[in-house]
């Protein structure tokens, strides 16, 4: 984690200083002037971000576990992604099991996994043409399991046991701190369920989320 933290941030604190001391040259021109503080304060967000999510993964902001609907998370996230511009190419898919389980989670929380997790998705094939992705929700026994999976390119057999750890990111330098898994992670084992990798039957990546349902009354067979 130390190693991650040290690479993470020292990227955007290199460039800072070598930004520093150009602007400290007198001789620079006016438009280079500009566009170096637009650069510093690119550097000096991505720093900002790379604290804030590291403060979410060490100390998380908590709601209270409760019976969550799986069904209207799950919609509500494909809402709220259904704007941003890497779904501008992506068609974005939802099978709910119709009938309603509630599960144990924090509700806003479980809801920005599901977000992560569909963003992840879409930004997977920012270089295809066209691409799925598909949020779905199905019962087991004693559990809800959530779903996002896409048409993407997938993820390397030999990579796979690393996408959960903080700093992993198989994202060019300067694009998201990977820490978003490590983060949906910690959460979900929280609400005692699991988080992992599935087989997509769109030949991309697939996250499954297990969680309890939050009456055993709800038990299917």
């Not at 509500?76 to 068609?91: C, G, H, P, Y």
């Not at 043409?129 to 559990?143: F, Q, S, W």
């Amino acid at each position: 984690l130390a190693a991650g933290i040290a690479h993470e941030v020292g990227n955007p604190l290199a460039a800072l200083v070598g930004f520093v001391q150009l602007l400290s040259n007198d001789r620079i021109p006016e438009a280079k002037k500009k566009e170096v503080h637009e650069r510093l304060e690119k550097e000096l967000n991505r720093i900002g971000e790379i604290i804030g999510r590291l403060l979410a993964y060490a100390r998380p902001a908590r709601e209270a576990v409760v019976a969550v609907d799986a069904a209207e998370s799950a919609r509500s996230a494909a809402e709220l992604v259904r704007a941003d511009r890497v779904f501008r190419t992506v068609d974005l898919e939802l099978e709910l099991d119709e009938k309603v389980m509630t599960v144990r989670a924090e509700p806003n929380a479980l809801r920005q996994v599901l977000v992560n997790l569909l963003l992840n998705a879409a930004e997977a094939m920012e270089d295809l043409e066209r691409g799925t992705v598909r949020v779905g929700l199905v019962a087991r026994r004693r559990h809800a399991l959530l779903y996002v999976e896409d048409s993407g390119p997938g993820i390397p057999s030999e990579l796979r046991h690393e996408i959960f750890e903080p700093f992993f990111t198989t994202r060019e330098v300067g694009k998201g701190t990977g820490l978003g898994l490590s983060v949906c992670h910690g959460l979900v084992r929280g609400w005692g369920g699991d988080i992992r990798l599935g087989t997509s039957s769109l030949g991309g990546a697939r996250f499954e989320v297990e969680l309890p349902f939050s009456g055993s009354g709800q038990e299917t067979p």
